[in-house]
């Protein structure tokens, strides 16, 4: 093989390994779609919370780490 034969090797198994983690991505955010619309369906309150807590929302955060039975 030459160089560039090499190169387009190593190419093509770089972009099959990007597409078995895009699959693998793909499939774990529907998982968590799923998830998440079943919680909001069940509990709006822990779904409200969740979504502050994910945001990054400074006011949950507080209230989350002095929260004792957390």
Known sequence: MTGTEDLIQQYMQMIKALQEENEKLSSELDW??????????????????????????????ENFDNDDEL
Do not use: K, L, P, S
Request: charge should be negative; proline fraction near 0%.
């Open 32 to 61: 968590f779609r799923t998830y998440g619309q079943y919680v909001a369906q069940v509990n709006r309150n822990v779904d409200a919370e969740a979504c502050g807590y994910a945001d990054g929302d400074e006011e949950y955060e």
